[in-house]
């Protein structure tokens, strides 16, 4: 009987144990999963950001032979693809995420962007009228603009614009699109205003060093205009003024300012120096 009661109990420990190490077996398993899936959602960030742009697109391409209908996956492959500069297949790949279940407003404004990249500027503006004016962002607006600005709707292209400023905290980039708009309308004064905005909000922004100093030959005035610049960047936007000096008949001045150009450069200013040996020989 004694034997009997022990072995009754050796049993019924076996199976607390056993149900016991089933059960950590289960615990540990399902921490390993939200390992794996805390890994892959660091991993798909780094893909994103900071990762060279093919081998971003070769890693959803291949993650997405496992999970074809994960739709956060097809998002990574599209931006990939953008970043990477094949816009083509970009857009592509964000029409296939506009069209799946659980896609959001943002995935259209994305298309969006991804139509204007490959000038499709009919189908962009086709989205982004398909937005909901709910959906208020930053990079809804100034693709608003930028549509605004090929359609030569003046109006609504200033209002985007202005909207987009207001929801940003670095507006340099879309002040200079703004301003470039008013540079290609002949509106000069209003250009230079906004370029020299932009690069009070980012002064590394020599795009819009450069279009401010195309605003100001535009309008006969052929100084630099007070903005941090170093050496190499003084020579070049020397370059861009004695082109808009030429170009409005100005050539003299635009001969001085190539061999101010090319006498500021740190290094030997080949294109100038083409510049003015062309003037110079008639």
């Not at 959602?41 to 900071?50: A, E, G, K």
């Not at 060279?52 to 209908?69: G, H, I, S």
């Not at 614009?161 to 002040?175: H, N, Q, S």
């Not at 001045?253 to 101010?260: C, D, I, P």
Request: proline residues 3%; contains cysteine; glycine residues 6%.
């Amino acid at each position: 009987m004694r034997q009997q009661l022990i072995l009754s109990a050796t049993l019924a420990g076996a199976l607390v144990l056993s149900a016991c190490a089933d059960k950590a077996d289960e615990t540990v398993e399902r921490a390993f999963q939200d390992v794996n899936v805390i890994d892959e959602s660091n991993l798909n960030d780094v893909m994103l950001t900071v990762a060279d742009p093919n081998e971003a697109v070769t890693y959803f391409q291949r993650a997405l032979k496992d999970n074809p209908d994960r739709i956060d996956l097809h998002r990574g492959l599209a931006h990939s693809l953008i970043r990477a500069k094949r816009t083509t297949e970009g857009a592509a790949a964000w029409k296939k995420v506009v069209a799946m279940a659980g896609a959001t407003s943002e995935d259209r404004v994305q298309l969006a962007g991804a139509l204007v990249r490959s000038g499709d500027w009919d189908g962009a503006k086709a989205q982004l009228d398909a937005v909901p004016p709910t959906h208020e962002t930053y990079e809804r607006y100034r693709l608003e603009a930028m549509v605004a600005d090929a359609a030569r709707d003046w109006k609504r292209a200033d209002s985007f614009y202005e909207i987009a400023t207001g929801l940003t905290t670095t507006p340099a980039k879309v002040m200079n699109n703004w301003g470039y708009s008013k540079l290609t309308r002949g509106d000069f004064a209003d250009a230079e205003r906004l370029f020299g905005e932009a690069i009070r909000q980012d002064q590394s922004l020599f795009t819009a060093k450069n279009n401010l100093v195309l605003a100001r030959g535009a309008q006969r005035n052929y100084t630099l205009p007070v903005i941090p610049m170093d050496q190499t960047e003084r020579a070049l936007l020397l370059h861009t003024l004695a082109l808009s000096a030429v170009k409005q008949g100005d050539v003299t001045t635009g001969e001085n300012l190539l061999r101010e150009a090319i006498d500021t450069h740190p290094q030997h200013f080949e294109e100038a120096a083409r510049s003015l040996a062309a003037l110079e020989g008639g």
